[in-house]
């Protein structure tokens, strides 16, 4: 949907453009690319270090193929959920081997969606890790999570605020363009209308390239990767939700419930989904 939006905005500029008999070959102005492009390029280096550059990079490639979390990716880790939790009812030492090593465990082999996300798996094994080291009352539980579901927001959100910075500067670099644009055409006012027309014409594309990358590229794009990692978010926040009712000592159902009501609606399993998966599992272990 990125690259659809993508074209739907260069088409319509475009488009509307050239329905007004404007000639293409106007805008093809590779110099207003360089000093803006550069200029752009250049603030991103000088405001983020090279580890927050690579967190830029891996944040438009991931919006490029990020897809929205689908009922059954809930549905799974729903189901994860409910068997750890019988776990822990059962044995709770019988838990370690497979929050130790959860690629290797029976139970997350069965949800390849919990296995290959690596943030919730990681949040939900160090988490149990720590109730089986050293149990937590659910206050200090859920201001553990807390403190980790913010520090982990607050470095994914850094590419997306980045991206913000130089979209807020793209129509500023714009006008840097233009102006120089405008310095080269006061050397031009004896050549003639035609050749000071075409340079004013060309310092002018600097301002729309501008205009064009912030409000039809770059912002939209920084509030991808915003809707992106908040989208991810819930994804554990649905994982807390039964973690912090299994450290209430509520039966594995019920923190499945938890879970299942912090779903967001428009992607959460009905009660009778959820119920009959559960059953299922249980058959299945017996």
């Not at 465990?105 to 390849?112: A, D, G, R, V």
Request: hydrophobic share 45%.
């Amino acid at each position: 949907m990125v690259i659809v939006g993508a074209i739907i905005v260069l088409g319509c500029v475009l488009g509307g453009y050239v329905a007004h008999h404007g000639p293409l070959g106007v805008l093809i102005q590779v110099e207003e690319f360089i000093i803006i492009g550069g200029a752009a390029l250049g603030s991103l280096v000088l405001s983020n270090s090279s580890g927050q550059i690579k967190h830029v990079i891996h944040a438009i490639q991931h919006a490029l193929k990020k897809k929205p979390i689908t009922k059954d990716e809930y549905l799974q880790l729903l189901l994860c959920l409910y068997e750890l939790c019988k776990v822990v009812k059962t044995n709770p030492l019988s838990l370690e081997p497979h929050v130790e090593k959860p690629e290797a465990s029976e139970i997350f082999k069965k949800y390849p969606a919990v296995l290959h996300n690596h943030h919730v798996l990681h949040f939900m094994c160090d988490t149990l890790k720590v109730q089986i080291s050293s149990p937590m009352s659910p206050y200090d539980l859920e201001d553990l999570m807390d403190k980790d579901m913010k520090s982990a927001h607050e470095e994914e959100t850094h590419a997306a605020h980045a991206i913000g910075k130089v979209s807020d500067a793209m129509p500023g670099l714009g006008i840097v363009a233009a102006v120089l644009g405008v310095v080269i055409t006061m050397g031009k006012l004896n050549e003639g209308k035609g050749v000071i027309g075409q340079s004013v014409a060309a310092a002018l594309v600097g301002t729309f390239l501008g205009i064009l990358l912030s409000y039809g590229f770059l912002g939209p794009l920084a509030t991808k990767i915003e809707g992106d990692i908040a989208d991810d978010g819930k994804y554990i926040d649905v994982a807390k939700s039964a973690i912090l009712a299994l450290a209430k000592e509520c039966a594995p159902k019920v923190c499945v419930e938890f879970a299942r009501r912090t779903v967001p609606p428009g992607a959460r399993p009905s009660f009778e989904e959820v119920d009959k998966a559960t059953s299922n599992v249980g058959q299945k272990a017996a």
